[in-house]
């Protein structure tokens, strides 16, 4: 019997695969982060400002840029002109959904949402809402409203 090997590969096939899996463990590791933060997620307010710690889309907000005379709560488990529509660029997940998204009446809003029952409703001076699930709403807005500029 006679063996005839193979001409090596070129090192292409090698850093295909090398770029594969690092796209593969960047995503794993986005999604394993996007799972902690789901449970560790909070709303601080502080002096001047409110705080939204998440995930890839916390932010400062100036208490000053926040439209306060027209924060309530909305009910987004009926049928809801405030409700999430279309996500533009966030996390949508059973039971937990964050970032950027478009209502049903067509306003753009950032969302931190765990649960649609007492939801608070934040319109921001700067053409964006806030949908926010705080634990106490109606703590959050009673604060929110001494904090006021």
Same mark, same amino acid.
């Given at each position: 019997?006679?063996?005839?090997?193979?001409?090596?590969?070129?090192?292409?096939?090698?850093?295909?695969?090398?770029?594969?899996?690092?796209?593969?463990?960047?995503? @794993?590791?986005?999604?394993?982060?996007?799972?902690?933060?789901?449970?560790?997620?909070?709303?601080?307010?502080?002096?001047?400002?409110?705080?939204?710690?998440?995930?890839?889309?916390?932010?400062?907000?100036? @208490?000053?840029?926040?439209?306060?005379?027209?924060?309530? @709560?909305?009910?987004?488990?009926?049928?809801?002109?405030?409700?999430?529509? !279309? !996500?533009?660029?966030?996390?949508?997940? /059973?039971?937990?959904?964050?970032?950027?998204? !478009?209502?049903?009446?067509?306003?753009?809003?950032?969302?931190?949402?765990?649960? !649609?029952?007492?939801?608070?409703?934040?319109?921001?001076?700067?053409?964006?809402?806030?949908?926010?699930?705080?634990?106490? /709403?109606?703590?959050?807005?009673?604060?929110?409203?001494?904090?006021? /500029?």
């Amino acid at each position: 019997m006679d063996v005839f090997a193979i001409v090596p590969a070129s090192g292409k096939p090698l850093w295909v695969l090398t770029i594969v899996c690092l796209i593969v463990a960047a995503m @794993l590791i986005a999604l394993v982060y996007t799972a902690y933060v789901s449970q560790h997620a909070r709303v601080e307010i502080k002096r001047d400002r409110i705080k939204l710690v998440g995930d890839f889309w916390g932010r400062d907000i100036p @208490l000053e840029r926040l439209d306060l005379a027209q924060v309530r @709560l909305v009910d987004l488990t009926e049928p809801s002109a405030y409700a999430p529509k !279309r !996500r533009t660029l966030g996390t949508g997940l /059973p039971g937990y959904a964050s970032g950027w998204f !478009r209502l049903h009446n067509g306003e753009k809003a950032l969302i931190y949402l765990t649960t !649609r029952r007492h939801v608070v409703y934040l319109p921001t001076l700067d053409g964006y809402t806030l949908l926010l699930s705080v634990e106490a /709403p109606y703590g959050f807005i009673d604060t929110l409203k001494q904090y006021a /500029p």
